[in-house]
């Protein structure tokens, strides 16, 4: 059943471990585990505990239910187990959330009505306004040119802004007090729509704090919502997509930390009674397969009438198979993102340039304040613990060179030396932003590597002083025009192609509560999303018909190409499992006359030619003729987590290659790709199927993706570190990751005292399902456990899970007894068929022993 993450552990960072220990960067095998591994079974639990007898401590799941079956039914046939009936989704998911204890899940999932018993996950809430993840440079400018990006300002000049459509935000909440946004709650309001499920205080990552305290009120705390809002549909200082959209605030995530899926399918509901016609989530977990609840209850939405928008994911440095749930859905529109030419940034006169730089405080280091000068720059070199100081910084501003070591430890030394100021210049180019630093009392900002080492040129001459002003400035980026390199890689696990499009994502300005200073830029797929959600408005204004579907299809068929912004040898074009279709132009998918079908194709793994059909229908209002047309994107091969990227030249024919369309009239067309015996296995490739009209119009765009080589062929359990047993050393407080030892000589491991004992598991690709098991080696008896379900792949290079024997053993108190036992995973590989050997991957640990 999807609950293994009752024994799957989050570990610490195998750069903190001690040099004795043999530890590695775990995680749960999913990673949105977080909560469950914050509650009381997996973060306190013992085998000490369960021996006394002592209950299992309840968790919530979420229980789907088979076709035809409803919360009663379930109700009827699951008489006498103890669990307490949460939330009924019938509308938006058919099943229920429940509160049980692992061994009570496991039953619910045996009975027939029941299709699957999922674990809650927790989705890790957005950065707090000013502390932006540390993404590399590239960052989309203002909100006015990033809608001039897609053309959305075009739109508003033909009077199509969004009005009377309803746009659902399930982010942070919004503030609504924002004049941007119009000032108020309720009827009557620009945010007219909304509540909130979780309260100020909730945290679903913190067991203090895990239950949530709902209002009404979806105030915005935490600022992401707020500048999603914006992007949506801003009016005032900053224009949205659709500044005359309706909004609803559905507020998931409190002040600060993470969420849950059980909160969030109470807001797809919410959206869903209350008549939105357009939701976006600029949210989601990593790694994830389309069949996660969160995704199929976006799905269920769109049948249901509403357009569902969701980021494609932020890992996109993880490589391939990264994207999110619920943007994985199947009918979900699954944002990329770009980068524009420039950012908008808080600026600093300096009058030895003679020119403003602009910067952006690192961590929660608090803004200078403005009217406010540094002391003289004095350069300080990296500064990282063991470097040689280049400076006395005692009394001046130190300037440093960001890399090799953190902000923190960076900042830390600068100020113990006397420092009166730090600037950290980027080592790379563009700017940037950081985390994990907390405020001593010293400003801490960060400026691009063109400008730091003008900085330190000035510096040499002993004048170089920043003059902070409350100004903003445009900063130049390097990568316009290109995807955003945090923005994720499709495709899905079962190879459906994701993501669908994109948009400007990256260093977005807009709307923030007013308390954090109305406005700053932000960056990531969260940011990319509400354009798209902002461009579905504005087609539902002007097509109030227009199905779902339909306004993917408008979306994706007229977008832009990505250009690929590295070695142009590569290719021309941005892999399609990282652009979709490309991004959006807004007045093109207004004035389409036809549509192409499906939009993105899964042509499917092996190594010779694949063959689909296309669907093109006019809609315009004489005959028109289409020619078919075929160009190649760059290809991702080798390792999927640090892909190398190939030019591929696939052969490409069309059966017919030209079409004649009659008013309302459909043709199909056969294409046949031949990715070529010379491509290496293990490649993702894909194209651009276009449809160009003859004497102008709008060229329509259907994207493809495919695998080269047996799917099946890649390698789960062969980590030249994992799997292997380790020993659990401790538990991080704060992150609830743990740290392991490799096992003494003989060492035996208590079921009553411990040490607790784990296997660590690196799963090097999505599973479908995954079998643990022990066996005693003197009587060959066999305890198995029930199998998780659809498992996320381990995210980078040296990330594994760890399973403890003292959550097993918490499942079934009774089922082992002292002696010399083995411990076994086997994995199904994704698509996989579990009735063939050959699909299943294992592994059997060494003998260890257990006493009573």
């Not at 180019?429 to 960060?446: C, R």
């Not at 309302?664 to 651009?688: I, K, M």
């Not at 290079?797 to 003292?806: M, N, Q, R, S, T």
């Not at 068929?833 to 257990?850: I, V």
Request: hydrophobic fraction near 40%.
């Amino acid at each position: 059943m999807p609950g293994l993450s009752a024994f799957a552990r989050r570990t610490s960072d195998r750069r903190a471990a001690p040099p004795e220990r043999r530890t590695g960067r775990l995680r749960p095998l999913r990673p949105w585990l977080a909560a469950a591994l914050a509650l009381p079974l997996f973060a306190s639990s013992s085998t000490a505990a369960q021996a006394n007898g002592e209950d299992e401590p309840t968790r919530v799941w979420l229980v789907e239910l088979a076709a035809g079956a409803d919360a009663s039914a379930l109700d009827a046939a699951a008489s006498g187990l103890d669990y307490t009936l949460r939330h009924d989704f019938e509308r938006v998911w058919n099943g229920v959330s429940v509160e049980a204890d692992p061994a009570v899940a496991r039953r619910l999932e045996r009975l027939d009505l029941v299709e699957e018993v999922w674990s809650d996950v927790v989705f890790t809430g957005p950065a707090r306004v000013g502390t932006d993840p540390e993404l590399e440079a590239g960052r989309v400018p203002e909100l006015a040119q990033a809608i001039a990006t897609t053309r959305a300002d075009e739109a508003h000049e033909r009077g199509i802004t969004g009005e009377g459509v309803r746009v659902g935000v399930i982010d942070t909440g919004v503030d609504y007090t924002h004049p941007d946004l119009g000032g108020c709650f309720g009827t009557g309001c620009r945010v007219a729509y909304g509540t909130d499920f979780v309260g100020d205080d909730f945290d679903s990552d913190d067991p203090e704090h895990a239950e949530p305290r709902p209002d009404d009120d979806p105030a915005d705390c935490g600022g992401h919502g707020t500048h999603v809002a914006g992007i949506v549909g801003a009016n005032g200082q900053v224009t949205g997509v659709a500044p005359d959209a309706v909004i609803g605030a559905y507020r998931v995530f409190g002040c600060e930390g993470s969420t849950s899926a059980e909160v969030i399918l109470q807001a797809l509901e919410a959206a869903l009674d209350d008549g939105m016609d357009v939701v976006n989530l600029s949210l989601g977990q990593s790694f994830q397969w389309p069949g996660y609840p969160t995704a199929k209850a976006a799905d269920r939405l769109t049948e249901e009438g509403v357009t569902v928008v969701a980021s494609m994911g932020n890992d996109g440095e993880a490589g391939v198979f990264s994207g999110s749930a619920p943007g994985v859905g199947e009918d979900v529109i699954a944002v990329a993102s770009t980068d524009n030419p420039a950012q908008r940034m808080d600026a600093a006169f300096v009058a030895a340039l003679d020119r403003s730089v602009g910067y952006k405080s690192i961590g929660d280091v608090a803004d200078p304040e403005p009217g406010t000068a540094t002391d003289p720059l004095a350069w300080f070199g990296r500064a990282c613990a063991d470097d040689a100081a280049e400076a006395d910084i005692a009394g001046k501003a130190a300037l440093i060179v960001r890399g090799e070591c953190t902000f923190k430890e960076k900042y830390e030394r600068a100020v113990d030396e006397g420092a009166t100021a730090v600037v950290v210049y980027n080592d790379r180019s563009g700017p940037f932003g950081g985390a994990g630093v907390d405020d001593l009392g010293v400003p801490l900002v960060g400026v691009t590597d063109t400008d730091g080492e003008a900085l330190r040129e000035a510096a040499a001459d002993g004048d170089a002083v920043l003059e902070f002003g409350g100004d903003t400035v445009l900063v130049d980026l390097p990568r316009g025009g290109y995807a955003s390199s945090f923005s994720a890689y499709g495709p899905a696990p079962d190879l459906a192609f994701k993501p669908d499009l994109a948009a400007p994502g990256g260093g977005i300005w807009s709307t923030v509560p007013v308390a954090d200073g109305s406005y700053e830029s932000l960056s990531g797929t969260s940011m990319s999303s509400p354009h798209v959600a902002g461009a579905a408005a504005l087609l539902l204004q002007a097509e109030p018909r227009l199905e779902p579907g339909e306004v993917r299809t408008r979306l994706a068929n007229s977008a832009t190409p990505v250009v690929w912004g590295d070695d142009p040898e590569l290719g021309e074009y941005e892999a399609a499992h990282r652009q979709g279709t490309g991004v959006i132009d807004v007045v093109a998918a207004l004035d389409a006359e036809a549509r192409l079908l499906p939009t993105g194709v899964n042509v499917g793994d092996g190594t010779g030619a694949r063959t689909f059909t296309l669907t093109l229908t006019s809609d315009a209002y004489s005959v028109q003729d289409y020619d078919l047309e075929h160009r190649a994107t760059t290809a991702t091969t080798g390792d999927e987590r640090a892909p190398d990227f190939v030019a591929t030249e696939p052969e490409v024919t069309f059966e017919p290659s030209h079409l004649r369309l009659y008013p309302g009239q459909s043709a199909t067309v056969d294409v046949t790709v031949e990715p070529g015996a010379d491509l290496p296995e293990g490649t993702v490739f894909g194209g651009r199927i276009t449809a160009v009209p003859e004497g102008g119009g709008t060229t329509l765009t259907a994207a493809y993706s495919g695998y080269q080589g047996d799917y099946l062929a890649i390698p789960v359990l062969a980590h030249p570190d994992y799997p292997r047993l380790g020993a659990v050393v401790g538990q991080d407080p704060e992150t609830h990751q743990f740290e392991y030892r490799d096992l003494d000589e003989g060492e035996t491991f208590s079921l009553a005292e411990g040490p607790d004992l784990a296997a660590l598991v690196y799963l090097g690709h999505q599973v479908a399902a995954m079998e643990v098991s022990l066996a005693n080696t003197a009587t060959g008896e066999v305890v198995r456990w029930e199998r998780e379900t659809f498992l996320p792949r381990s995210p980078g290079p040296d990330d594994a899970v760890g399973i403890h024997l003292e959550d097993l053993v918490a499942q079934r108190p009774n089922a082992l007894e002292a002696g010399e036992w083995t411990l076994e995973v086997r994995v199904l590989k994704a698509l996989g068929d579990e009735a063939d050997p050959d699909h299943w991957e294992q592994w059997t640990s060494p003998a260890f022993t257990l006493t009573d």
